[in-house]
């Protein structure tokens, strides 16, 4: 990555303090998300850039998925939600935007939705028979 490509979640992986996260551990960091979907819409990043959820290491899964549980308890506290959807846009094609791999963890909630059955199929106009 050149100066010209500045990752904007590099920047707040560099300063460790920085106001916007919420917890952090060895490799990854928890921030609520800048343009929420729903109240409390947070993103897991690793601390290293790196553009895929394929290319991280075990120990960065590993702390990817202990944010993802503190998340959750911190997000229930605070905002009561009914339940979760938990995703990863890996690569241009799946409408990953910034080159930085990260989770989005979306609170649902009762009613926020007329019609929320389908879940992931509905990321795709159509689907596979």
Same mark, same amino acid.
């Not at 947070?42 to 394929?54: A, C, T, V």
């Given at each position: 990555m050149n100066q010209d490509d500045r990752c904007p979640f590099c +920047? /707040?992986?560099? +300063?460790?303090? &920085? $106001? !916007?996260?919420?917890? $952090?551990?060895?490799y990854a960091f928890l921030i609520r998300d800048g343009n929420p979907i729903s109240a409390g819409h947070?993103?897991? /990043?690793?601390? !290293? &850039?790196?553009?895929? #959820? #394929?290319k991280t290491s075990e120990g960065e899964k590993h702390c990817i998925l202990e944010l993802l549980e503190q998340a959750k308890i911190q997000l229930d506290r605070e905002f009561q939600p009914a339940t979760y959807n938990i995703g990863i846009n890996d690569? @241009?094609?799946?409408? $990953?935007?910034? @080159? &930085?791999m990260h989770i989005h963890v979306v609170p649902r909630y009762e009613d926020d939705e007329q019609e929320s059955k389908g879940g992931m199929r509905c990321v795709v106009p159509t689907t596979v028979d």
């Open positions: +920047e /707040i992986a560099q +300063e460790p303090a &920085h $106001q !916007r996260i919420v917890s $952090q551990n060895n947070s993103l897991i /990043i690793p601390k !290293r &850039h790196i553009g895929s #959820f #394929f690569g @241009p094609a799946a409408g $990953q935007t910034v @080159p &930085h």
